[in-house]
């Protein structure tokens, strides 16, 4: 009788085991599910000073289309709004808006980013979209767009900036790939 | 009534042994996960670790840009505050009183777009040169760190305007660090 009631209890304390057992594997499998999940959704890490420093010094570049009178030339931004615009207009010198920033934003962004072989870089993606916010949906449009290089992996680094062109703003993004 | 009572008690034994072992042995496979997945967490911080450094060190950098001694001061050409006076660089290169001015072992501002022009920058020379050395107290000043900034200047052709190019400014030193 007593034999008995001592395997009882043993097998009890044994339950008692198994349930603590199952109960900190479910926590642990829980907790590894929200870490993973959570460190995917943080898209900060993909945030680049050097990027973002980049871009800004891009904004500012003076390009040589003069848009009213000689001497007046367009940064990179007011040229990016101008060829989103007025995608035909002409600079003083001749070539249309679109053909001029085409041509100075590629030989900034070849002269900045090496890519290719012999560079920690793979390729680069520079987009520039208008962005308006209407009451139940987002207008979104391309003014430019430039691609170099395989930029399809996922090890990447990237930013963007914004200037107010109204009624809505340009959205000017690069992302450069490794 | 005895001898059924013993034999029932041992296998109820090797069956709780057998539980506990298979327990355990899980506990030891989840203790193993948990270990590679956080060295390769940790890893990862690492990395971060150095990134974030790295982003601190091109801020600071930067910050040289923004200098009294060096910036572009009108702010409606230069909305980031990150452009230097290339005028303001070159009289700077010239008086070497200011070497010892932002506490660094070498301070370098290299042209990047436009390509034209190659060596070391003048008062007379540029925009036909690549580079403005500031500061070079030592061959030895170890890796530098640098940022975008924009050159700016005075372009006295077609009645004069102001024109901002690509730079990029390459630091090394205590006044960093």
Request: glycine share 8%.
């Given at each position: 009788?007593?034999?008995?009631?001592r395997?009882?209890?043993?097998?009890e304390e044994?339950?008692?085991?198994?349930?603590?057992v199952?109960?900190?594997?479910?926590?642990?499998?829980?907790?590894?599910?929200?870490?993973?999940?959570?460190?995917?959704s943080?898209?900060?890490?993909?945030?680049?000073?050097?990027v973002?420093?980049?871009?800004t010094?891009?904004?500012?570049?003076?390009?040589?289309?003069s848009l009213?009178?000689?001497?007046?030339?367009?940064?990179?931004?007011e040229?990016?709004?101008?060829?989103?615009a007025?995608?035909g207009k002409?600079?003083?010198?001749?070539?249309?808006?679109?053909?001029?920033?085409?041509s100075?934003l590629?030989?900034?962004?070849?002269?900045?980013?090496i890519?290719?072989?012999n560079?920690?870089?793979?390729?680069?993606?520079?987009?520039?979209t208008y962005q308006?916010?209407?009451?139940s949906?987002?207008?979104?449009?391309?003014?430019?767009?430039?691609?170099?290089?395989?930029?399809t992996?996922?090890s990447?680094r990237?930013?963007?900036v914004?200037?107010?062109?109204?009624?809505?703003k340009?959205?000017?993004?690069f992302?450069?790939?490794f | 009534?005895?001898?059924?009572?013993?034999?029932?008690?041992?296998?109820?034994q090797?069956?709780?042994?057998?539980?506990?072992f298979?327990?355990?042995a899980i506990?030891?496979?989840?203790?193993?996960?948990i270990l590679v997945f956080?060295s390769?967490?940790?890893?990862?911080?690492?990395?971060?670790?150095?990134t974030l450094?790295?982003?601190?060190?091109?801020?600071?950098?930067?910050?040289i840009?923004?200098?009294?001694?060096l910036?572009?001061?009108d702010?409606?050409?230069?909305?980031?505050?990150a452009c230097?006076d290339v005028d303001?660089?070159?009289?700077?290169?010239?008086?070497?009183?200011?070497?010892?001015?932002?506490n660094?072992?070498?301070?370098?501002?290299?042209?990047?777009?436009?390509?034209?022009?190659?060596?070391?920058?003048t008062?007379?020379?540029y925009?036909?040169?690549r580079?403005?050395i500031?500061v070079?107290?030592?061959?030895s000043f170890?890796?530098?760190?640098?940022?975008?900034?924009?050159?700016?200047?005075?372009e006295?052709?077609?009645?004069?305007?102001?024109?901002?190019?690509?730079?990029?400014?390459?630091?090394?030193?205590?006044?960093i660090?």
């Amino acid at each position: 009788m007593r034999k008995r009631i001592r395997n009882k209890k043993g097998q009890e304390e044994m339950v008692g085991f198994v349930l603590i057992v199952v109960v900190v594997a479910i926590i642990m499998v829980v907790f590894l599910g929200i870490f993973i999940r959570s460190s995917k959704s943080q898209d900060y890490k993909l945030q680049s000073v050097d990027v973002h420093q980049f871009l800004t010094s891009l904004m500012e570049y003076t390009t040589d289309c003069s848009l009213t009178y000689e001497g007046d030339y367009a940064d990179m931004s007011e040229l990016i709004a101008e060829c989103y615009a007025n995608p035909g207009k002409k600079c003083l010198s001749g070539v249309t808006d679109c053909q001029a920033l085409n041509s100075t934003l590629k030989g900034i962004l070849d002269a900045s980013w090496i890519v290719g072989e012999n560079s920690a870089y793979t390729g680069y993606v520079f987009n520039s979209t208008y962005q308006e916010n209407l009451t139940s949906f987002i207008v979104k449009k391309q003014a430019i767009s430039v691609l170099k290089g395989n930029c399809t992996g996922k090890s990447f680094r990237g930013d963007e900036v914004f200037f107010s062109n109204p009624p809505g703003k340009i959205v000017s993004s690069f992302r450069v790939c490794f | 009534m005895n001898s059924y009572c013993a034999r029932y008690s041992k296998r109820g034994q090797l069956k709780i042994q057998e539980m506990a072992f298979v327990l355990v042995a899980i506990m030891v496979f989840f203790g193993i996960v948990i270990l590679v997945f956080f060295s390769a967490y940790l890893s990862g911080m690492k990395n971060d670790v150095n990134t974030l450094a790295e982003d601190e060190a091109r801020q600071i950098v930067r910050k040289i840009a923004s200098s009294p001694e060096l910036t572009w001061a009108d702010k409606a050409t230069c909305g980031s505050g990150a452009c230097i006076d290339v005028d303001k660089a070159l009289i700077m290169k010239e008086r070497k009183s200011y070497a010892d001015f932002w506490n660094l072992d070498y301070l370098r501002i290299d042209r990047i777009y436009p390509t034209t022009g190659t060596g070391e920058c003048t008062l007379g020379g540029y925009p036909n040169c690549r580079t403005i050395i500031l500061v070079n107290k030592t061959d030895s000043f170890g890796a530098t760190s640098s940022a975008y900034v924009s050159l700016c200047r005075w372009e006295t052709a077609n009645g004069g305007y102001v024109k901002c190019e690509i730079g990029r400014i390459y630091a090394s030193g205590n006044g960093i660090k």
